[in-house]
Every structure is written in C-alpha cells, then in structure tokens.
C-alpha cells in the first residue's frame, strides 16, 4: 500500500467516526403548555405595564392591563391574549403585554401561535434583556430579538428582527427577514429563534428566513452574549400597526398560544 492509499484510509476512518459522533443536543429546560384554566400561571408570567402612560415609544393605542381575564386567559389548552375595543383610563383599547419571569442566554426559543389579522393589530413575540425594564431607557442600544411580528394590515407577512444601537428601524438599518404565511390567522404555526454566541436563526415551522452572524465588531452591533427574557403581546395602532389606519369594529382580536418551550443545549 502506497502513502497516498494509507492516508486515504486513514481520512475515511477520521470522517466515519467524525459522522457516528453524537451531535449536541437540545435539553427543553423551561415550558407552558397551558393545560391548565384561569390567568397565566404567576410562577412564570408576569405583566408589563410601565410603558402605558407613553405609548410604548411608538404612539400604541392600547392600554396594556394586569391580571384581567378579558385580556390574557387560558382556557381549552391556549393562552389567549385579546385586544379590546373599550376605553380604558385614557386609551380606546386594552391588551395584555405577558413577560417570562423567567431569562435565558442561548438555546432554542419556540411559540406555537395564530396570529390576530384585524388591521391595526400589532401581534409579536419577542425578548429583551434581563433586568431591563422600560423605564430603563436606553432602547435600542442594549438589544431587542423579534422571533416574530406581523402587523394586521399587511396579512400574512412575518417578520424576525434583530436591533441594536447601529442596526436599528429607526434608521432603516435593523437586521431582518421576512416570509409569507399566509394562513397566520387560520392556522397554529411554530415561530423559532435558534441563538447562539455566533447566530440569531429565525424559523416558521421548520422554514428558516433569519440569519444574523455575529460580525465581531462589539456590543453596538451584537449585544446579545447575556440572558434576555420572553414577551408575548398584541398591542393595536402605534407607528407600525396603524399605518393603515386601524380597524375597530373589528375588536376584539386575539393571539391564541399553544404552548411555550425553551431548549439549551446538554
């Protein structure tokens, strides 16, 4: 046998144990699957109400409530998170803005959800970075992840983002995907963020439309290397979703979850 033939085989022997080597795998290490009835479970939800006497930064109409079952309720195995004509204090909605009580840095994040379709409605399910709160300030610059959002007047279409203090919509300059669902209102899909210290992957269902690499030029770009928390709303009107005006007599709209999961790797 030649050398050429023996390093041959010993490049076969390194690949085929490279390939029966057994992959990382994925460790589900915190979940609601909502199989329960009554307000989300307090051990794990919370509700975010400091933004309301502003807006929200972004103009929203609704005014997001605490613990009320006409906003956020689980019944028949769904978390229902619902907008409502009404007035309430100053504003012409209620909602409900629910936060994990819960942070993660890493792993695999998964909502099952369909998706309100009224136009006006701003559906999303996204993270911040633990410990913030609104009050903080400081938006964008400490980092926000979007694993989805859709505005209802422009059905079907789901967005993942990424933004941070140089890549941000204010400037046009975000990091972002969009695919085309169409049925978002009639039928549950999986909305996903793979997110490593390299990469922010974005998946509906098994379809992936969002890769962001870390480009290793600093926190102004990449500020996501520490825990963030997860947030599920609706809000109605603001910046994005009244672009085309809002819709009303066709509240109340609801986001319906299926269930929730949050995987690290072993």
């Known amino acids: 046998m030649g050398k050429i033939g023996f390093f041959a085989i010993i490049g076969l022997l390194v690949s085929a144990t490279s390939c029966n080597s057994p992959k990382e795998e994925y460790k589900l290490i915190w979940q609601d ?5 009554g307000l989300p479970d307090s051990a794990k939800w919370d509700y975010d109400l400091e933004g309301n006497p502003h807006g929200w930064g972004n103009n929203e109409s ?13 019944e028949d195995g769904k978390l229902h998170i619902t907008a409502v004509n009404e007035p309430y204090e100053d504003k012409e909605f209620t909602s409900a803005r629910l936060i994990s009580k819960a942070d993660w840095q890493y792993g695999k994040i998964e909502v099952r959800a369909r998706l309100p379709k009224a136009r006006g409605t701003w559906s999303a399910i996204w993270m911040m970075p633990g410990g913030w709160t609104f009050s903080d300030g400081n938006w964008p610059d400490v ?29 046009g300059t975000q990091q972002t995907g969009t695919i085309n669902v169409p049925d978002v209102d009639t039928e549950f899909h ?30 102004d770009k990449w500020p996501y290397n520490k825990p963030f928390y997860l947030i599920l709303n609706v809000a109605v009107g603001g910046e994005w979703g009244s672009v085309e005006g809002i819709d009303s007599i066709a509240f109340p709209q609801t986001m319906e979850i299926d269930y929730v999961r949050v995987y690290q790797k072993k």
Do not use: P
């Open 62 to 74: 609704q005014f997001y409530t605490k613990a009320r079952k006409e906003n956020a309720w689980v």
């Open 33 to 37: 699957e909502f199989d329960y009835t």
């Open 190 to 219: 999986n909305y996903k963020l793979e997110w490593t210290s390299d990469t922010l992957k974005a998946f509906v269902d098994d379809q992936q439309y969002f890769n962001y690499v870390n480009e290793g030029l600093g926190v």
């Open 143 to 171: 980092g926000e992840i979007d694993i989805m959002e859709h505005v209802g007047y422009d059905l079907g279409v789901v967005h993942a983002s990424a933004h941070s203090k140089d890549y941000q919509w204010q400037k």
